[in-house]
């Protein structure tokens, strides 16, 4: 639980949290069966965004593909579609898309009308010889892409995932610490020691911290950097400062519940609820700016948020120490905060 499972984790959850919509299964419900069609079928199946699911003039045998779940997309391609396009300069397709899956939907369509936009361009050309001196001022636009420049979704999910899974680790473990010697009965033993409540918080954070630490080194120095070929252009003496805070922040979250619960039942559940907020609240799937206003205040006010932040922004942009100092003092708050409130909450019986 400590060491594999957030390593398999690392390596297998980037793989399925892509965004970049593949494989998407396309039923073509062709009437003209002319050489245009034909090109333009072909350009669709080479995009390699989509799978031809089915092929034939039946709009009803493709809807029905739809309903049996084994299509995504109809095209229908109507009759006479080559001669209206060279007699009449002009024809219509027809697409029907799937919208149970809205990312799909909505990604799946924007593809397949590029690519028939592309291929409409390609007709053009044929038939209409454009001037050789174009007296029509243009504006030409030229993309760069900072900081991931081949648009590989792994650079941009891997760091957040690697903040997610120490963040789990360490509150599960901290929030189940104390509850264990409540229930074996040894926090009694404890509490007739000599020793300060900080000082028993203290024994049991700095353990896990120590294992927050080695956990995100192997992610980030093994499976991040010789698996996704991901290296960090930043400093890591910053991003390792700013780990070392919120692990301090995030196993004082778990030392506070396990200090309420009085059962391991009672504080994984307690635990698990927070830490459903962390991941799907903190940015890690989603842009916080497209959140309602009340759901992106409950996400500022989650660690795990400001961690993804300055790992993506250190390891990607190479930002320093002055580009984040203002997330170190609202992480060294939510430090102190956490922490705080697990001292005062944890009773000490003389």
Same mark, same amino acid.
């Given at each position: ?14 793989? *399925? ?6 494989? &998407? ?15 333009? &079928? ?53 697409? +029907?898309?799937? *919208? ?16 028939? +936009? ?46 997610? @899974? ?57 499976? +991040?950097? #010789? ?5 960090? *252009? ?39 609820? #927070? ?19 009340? +759901? ?10 400001? #961690? ?28 102190? @905060? ?13």
């Amino acid at each position: 639980m400590i060491f594999i499972a957030p390593i398999l984790q690392l390596l297998i959850l980037p793989l *399925a949290a892509d965004y970049e919509v593949k494989n &998407i299964n396309i039923s073509i419900v062709d009437h003209d069966h002319s050489t245009y069609s034909q090109q333009l &079928i072909s350009k669709i199946t080479a995009s390699g965004y989509f799978q031809l699911a089915d092929y034939g003039n039946s709009f009803q045998q493709a809807l029905e593909q739809i309903e049996k779940d084994k299509s995504d997309i109809i095209l229908e391609i109507p009759d006479r579609f080559e001669e209206n396009l060279i007699r009449e300069n002009a024809n219509e397709l027809f697409i +029907a898309v799937n *919208a149970i899956n809205g990312v799909k939907a909505s990604l799946g369509g924007v593809y397949l009308n590029q690519i028939i +936009a592309a291929y409409n361009n390609e007709i053009r050309l044929k038939w209409i010889q454009p001037p050789k001196y174009n007296t029509v001022p243009s504006i030409e636009i030229t993309s760069s892409y900072w900081f991931n420049q081949l648009l590989n979704y792994h650079y941009f999910i891997v760091p957040g995932i690697l903040v997610a @899974l120490v963040a789990m680790v360490g509150s599960y473990l901290c929030a189940l610490n104390i509850v264990k010697e409540k229930e074996v009965g040894t926090i009694e033993q404890i509490n007739v020691t000599p020793i300060k409540k900080y000082h028993f918080i203290l024994g049991k954070l700095i353990p896990f911290w120590i294992i927050g630490m080695f956990v995100f080194s192997v992610g980030l120095f093994v499976v +991040a950097r #010789f698996i996704y070929g991901i290296v960090p *252009a930043g400093s890591l003496w910053v991003l390792y400062a700013f780990l070392s805070i919120f692990l301090i922040a995030i196993l004082g979250l778990g030392l506070l519940i396990s200090t309420f619960a009085e059962t391991q039942q009672q504080a994984m559940s307690v635990a698990f609820f #927070f830490i459903m907020i962390f991941m799907l609240m903190s940015g890690l799937f989603t842009s916080l700016d497209g959140m309602p206003r009340w +759901a992106y205040i409950i996400a500022r006010s989650n660690p795990v948020t400001y #961690f993804i932040e300055v790992v993506r922004m250190v390891i990607l942009k190479g930002s320093g120490f002055s580009d984040i100092k203002n997330h170190f003092l609202i992480m060294i708050g939510f430090a102190g @905060l956490l922490n705080g409130l697990a001292i005062w909450n944890y009773r000490k019986t003389s």
